[in-house]
Nanobody
């Protein structure tokens, strides 16, 4: 099982990024996909969730209207478009796959997003 995130970087406040997560080694379309983030000294928090078909999306209140999660089950990828970035969005962003039936959860290694002028 592999989840590989990419797309992080240094961006100015108000800027945008597209984070991507490439999955392999499991039946991607059977898993709920999520993005989490963890800032220095803080607990990991859920940012966005997308169900197996992509028809149900949920976001943390702090990112609603600025972040968009999407998935492509044909390509085994899940993206997070992050717009109007703020310094408080600075964190390591993690991709996660979850299947409730077997209580399975997988994590990627994370990609750093730094918002600073």
């Amino acid at each position: 099982v592999q989840l590989v995130e990419s797309g992080g970087g240094l961006v100015q406040p108000g800027g945008s990024l597209r984070l991507s997560c490439a999955a392999s080694g499991f039946t991607f379309s059977s898993y709920v996909m999520s993005w989490y983030r963890q800032a220095p000294g803080k607990e990991r928090e859920l940012v966005a969730v997308i169900n197996t078909t992509g028809g149900n999306l949920n976001y943390a209140d702090s990112v609603k209207g600025r972040f968009t999660i999407s998935r492509d089950n044909a390509k085994n990828t899940v993206d997070l478009r992050v717009n109007s970035l703020k310094p408080e969005d600075t964190a390591v962003y993690y991709c996660s796959a979850y299947r409730a039936l077997y209580a399975e959860r997988y994590w990627g290694q994370g990609t750093q997003v730094t918002v600073s002028s």
